[in-house]
């Protein structure tokens, strides 16, 4: 007989296999990527509630209600394998476009854009559920057909031609510029080489130099066309075109600045320049940002302590400006550990990239990575004043519900494939 006082060995070995199992499951969670989301997104709850301080109404907990439901949805996304969802790829695109013809149609519209729609007394944003769905139809598609040849390039183009130009026209620069890093990022991992993407990218810079610097044209179409000749196939005829495009795109940029661009668009563009030009006007947002972030210092003023940030003097703080409300208020060191955070995250998405089982899940997570870390850094250089104005949210710590719920999914996606793929071979 037992005393009270003492355990049957079985009991012993009992609570000692649970202990056991119990540290194996805590080992068995992917702490960055689950870790890093959810810590940004609690010290931006606490952001956002300071900007709202002195507000007629206070919804920041909306911030960490949604990011609960996202959750919840990526952790039931990472039980299910990728490869499943091969077979939805084309539905998910079809209710894609439609939800975007439909912002079009009967969308709503707020500060000067179309670009959500009212379900049930909520505003959804198709264009944030798009990027995530053109990341899983690129995969397939460079999956099943990677670009060996510039004609290749015909399949992942028309993928995402149709949605960027329906998100351009919202009008939406921001979302419009985040496919075009998907495409870029998603075709160099695939295989496509280095020279071929930065020959697809060459008419931005063409169309900056038109505008800034029309004369430096006279030396990078004739580089352009020298890249053209030593690594595409019909060297004559790649390089009469590629020279062709960029004299298109020199020609077409002040027609295009003048008659497409909204005012309001030109004006983000520009001012980032020289904010001081409009300093009550389009510069206001870019001028009081960087003073919020420099009042910061070191430490900043504590959580809920921000002058700039309590007194409203930043307009869309709790979104698009959310990172100068963490300067603000945390200082350099609460940028700089966030900053850390993001790319410790990035690392994390690299590597469970280059283990996955196949190709397109490797691609899904590397277009996840390239969507999130474009966004953050193009935000972060918003705020601070080395980029144009463009609307991109952080992810999980600008305040929106769909931006959120998309982003967790894109996170459930990248689960999926870290379940899957830690115990095997690399991207090959």
């Known amino acids: 007989m037992y005393s009270r006082a003492q355990s049957p060995p079985g009991a012993l070995i009992s609570r000692g296999g649970r202990r056991q199992r ?25 952001l956002i509630a300071s900007t709202q301080r002195q507000a007629d109404y206070a919804d920041w907990y909306h911030h ?14 990472a039980l299910v394998p990728l490869e499943r969802l091969r077979l939805l790829l084309a539905p998910v695109y079809a209710v894609t476009l439609a939800g975007l013809v439909a912002v079009k149609v009967a969308g709503t519209t707020a500060l000067g854009a179309q670009r959500w729609i009212s379900i049930g ?53 921001g979302s419009s510029l985040v496919f075009g890093a998907l495409l870029l990022v998603m075709l160099f991992w695939s295989g496509m080489p280095l020279a071929w993407v930065l020959l697809l990218l060459s008419p931005l810079p063409a169309a900056l130099l038109a505008g800034l610097l029309p004369l430096s044209l006279v030396v990078w179409i004739p580089l352009c066309g020298l890249l053209a000749w030593r690594t595409l196939p019909w060297k004559r005829l790649a390089t009469v075109l590629v020279m062709l495009v960029q004299g298109a795109v020199a020609l077409l940029t002040p027609w295009l600045w003048m008659n497409v661009l909204q005012d309001y668009q030109r004006d983000r563009l520009v001012l980032f320049l020289d904010p001081a030009q409009d300093p009550l006007g389009g510069g206001y947002h870019l001028l009081q940002s960087k003073v919020g972030i420099g009042s910061g210092g070191l430490t900043g003023m504590g959580l809920l302590q921000g002058q700039l940030t309590k007194l409203q003097f930043i307009p869309e703080q709790h979104t698009d ?23 410790l995250l990035m690392w994390r998405l690299l590597q469970i990239a280059g283990h996955a089982r196949t190709d397109f899940e490797s691609l899904v997570v590397v277009g996840v990575g390239a969507m999130l870390m474009f966004q953050v ?25 769909s931006a959120m719920l998309a982003n967790f999914i894109a996170l459930g996606l990248c689960g999926s494939v870290a379940r ?8 090959r």
């Open 22 to 46: 119990s540290r194996g499951r805590l080992a068995r969670i992917d702490w960055i990527l689950w870790g890093v989301p959810v810590a940004i997104t609690l010290v931006a709850g606490g």
């Open 64 to 77: 960490w209600l949604t990011a609960g439901v996202g959750l919840i949805l990526a952790l039931l996304l």
């Open 121 to 173: 007394g909520f505003h959804v944003q198709p264009s944030e559920f798009a990027k995530v769905a053109v990341i899983l139809l690129l995969a397939g598609v460079l999956a099943r057909h990677p670009v060996e040849r510039p004609v290749d390039l015909w399949r992942p183009a028309g993928v995402i031609a149709l949605p960027w130009l329906l998100v351009f026209l919202q009008p939406d620069l």
């Open 321 to 343: 400006f959310i990172f100068s409300a963490l300067g603000e208020e945390t200082g350099f060191i609460g940028c700089v550990l966030v900053i850390l955070g993001f790319a």
């Open 377 to 401: 850094v193009v935000n972060i250089f918003m705020t601070i004043g080395l980029g144009p104005v463009t609307g991109i949210p952080l992810p999980w710590m600008s305040y929106g519900r």
């Open 420 to 427: 899957r793929g830690r115990h095997h071979a690399s991207f």
